[in-house]
T-cell receptor, first 114, second 114 residues
């Protein structure tokens, strides 16, 4: 158990819909990262927040947005969903904002868009 | 453009033997490399890392080798154990533009046969 929690575990929705994925980092961790893993793909870095502020941006679509709240939990919002958005979405956390340091991953949310 | 490549989707090794997982990269600006291990239905867990100023880092049964001239790194597991069976991701980090970025490979599935 990494100490990072993600809800929900599974999400099934239809094209065009909007969903919100939630992540609670490990106690004491200030950085939260979001990743997408599509079928046969590696982990694609989406975005990083550090202590409530956006710190780094990866290959995140404009239809996707994220935020980190004062209690440090984070939400990833996916809108106008397409079939290709079906993937595993991981959240990770770390103590500092140094992206190359060890990150602790949650178990992921599996999103299926029908 | 896949900047971090793991060309072997899978590898099978006998228990007690050495497992060698390979990773190639294209960007000479990468300055830090990491290996993560992932079991089914779990998030990735950090295994070992290496800075670009080193060519070897060892942690118990796990050793990472870095060959900068060949833009190649490898993870050696000696001796391999059935519990090592998992997907292994290599990742590389660099400071690009105003932010740090972490780029993952597509993973290699290691199966250690008893």
């Amino acid at each position: 158990d990494s100490g990072v929690t993600q809800t929900p575990k599974h999400l099934i929705t239809a094209t065009g819909q909007r969903v919100t994925l939630r992540c609670s980092p490990r106690s004491g961790d200030l950085s939260v990262y979001w990743y997408q893993q599509s079928l046969d793909q590696g982990l694609q870095f989406l975005i990083q927040y550090y202590n409530g502020e956006e710190r780094a941006k990866g290959n995140i679509l404009e239809r996707f947005s994220a935020q980190q709240f004062p209690d440090l939990h984070s939400e990833l919002n996916l809108s106008s969903l397409e079939l290709g958005d079906s993937a595993l979405y991981f959240c990770a956390s770390s103590v500092s904002d140094s992206i190359w340091l060890e990150q602790f991953f949650g178990p992921g949310t599996r999103l299926t868009v029908l | 453009d896949q900047q971090v490549k793991q060309n072997s989707p899978s590898l099978s090794v006998q228990e007690g033997r050495i497992s060698i997982l390979n990773c190639d990269y294209t960007n000479s600006m990468f300055d830090y490399f990491l290996w993560y291990k992932k079991y089914p239905a779990e998030g990735p867990t950090f295994l070992i890392s290496i800075s670009s100023i080193k060519d070897k880092n060892e942690d118990g049964r796990f050793t990472v080798f870095l060959n900068k001239s060949a833009k190649h790194l490898s993870l050696h597991i000696v001796p391999s154990q059935p519990g090592d069976s998992a997907v292994y991701f290599c990742a590389a980090s660099f400071y690009g533009g105003a932010t740090n970025k972490l780029i993952f490979g597509t993973g290699t599935l290691l199966a250690v046969q008893p």
